[in-house]
């Protein structure tokens, strides 16, 4: 299973942009880049996802590189509501289409 | 409304028991899976489902089992061959469209059960 690789944590302000940063260096041509957020003692929340092209919807845009071997997840204005574990995920296609965690970027938005 | 109902939300058990946690979807997907979370770590696969009748180990299944007779339904059992049962537990769905699972789509995850094992 390909491997994504983020910051254990980043800070923001609130109402200011935040660019949270993922490498995925062995990221194969069929695999879509997800992200996805976990506020404490709840279940991961969907926020985004791309395969090529740059995403974008009513939580956040998704920047991905052109070689693809890593993206960004922007909020373009952060809220409290917003502070949370932020988790890039590579989900290839084939039989498995596994979702596979890593460890996630922890960031706190202060007020 | 569509959504995933993971059930109980906490639950106890003494340790050498056998528990069975509930997970329940309307969303019409065929792709289950269960997670394992322990405190300020990411999310670890257990087991997950394509299919009715049809499941595969993850990455520590050891001492767990689970069955998928039903296409709504995917319960896991955490027999008392897991040495560190007390986790957060997470079960997710995802759509599944002509037969193939697709990762042009998103997973939806239920609130989670936190067992605890005294």
């Known amino acids: 299973d390909a491997k994504t690789t983020q910051p254990n944590s980043m800070e923001s302000n609130e109402e200011e942009p935040v660019h949270l940063p993922c490498n995925h260096s062995t990221i194969s041509g069929t695999d879509y880049i997800h992200w996805y957020r976990q506020l404490p003692s709840q279940g991961p929340e969907y926020v985004i996802h791309g395969l090529t092209s740059n995403v974008n919807n009513r939580m956040a845009s998704l920047a991905i590189a052109e070689d693809r071997k890593s993206s960004t997840l922007i909020l373009h204005r952060a809220t409290l509501r917003d502070a949370a574990v932020y988790y890039c995920?590579?989900?290839?296609?084939?039989?498995?289409?596994?979702?596979?965690f890593g460890t996630g970027t922890l960031l706190a938005v202060q007020p | 409304d569509g959504g995933i109902t993971q059930s109980p939300k906490y639950l106890f058990r003494k340790e050498g028991q056998n528990v069975t946690l509930s997970c329940e979807q309307n969303?019409?997907?065929?792709?289950m899976y269960w997670y394992r979370q322990d405190p300020g770590q990411g999310l670890r696969l257990i087991y997950y489902?394509?299919?009715?009748?049809?499941?595969q180990k993850g990455d520590i299944a050891e001492g767990y089992s689970v069955s998928r007779e039903k296409k709504e339904s995917f319960p896991l059992t955490v027999t008392s061959a897991q040495k560190n049962p007390t986790a957060f537990y997470l079960c997710?769905?995802?759509?599944?469209?002509?037969?193939?699972?697709?990762?042009?789509?998103?997973?939806?995850f239920g609130q989670g059960t936190r067992l605890t094992v005294v």
């Open positions: 997710a769905s995802s759509f599944r469209p002509s037969g193939h699972l697709d990762p042009n789509t998103e997973a939806f």
């Open positions: 489902s394509q299919i009715v009748n049809d499941f």
């Open positions: 969303l019409n997907h065929d792709a």
């Open positions: 995920i590579l989900r290839g296609g084939g039989a498995t289409n596994k979702l596979i």
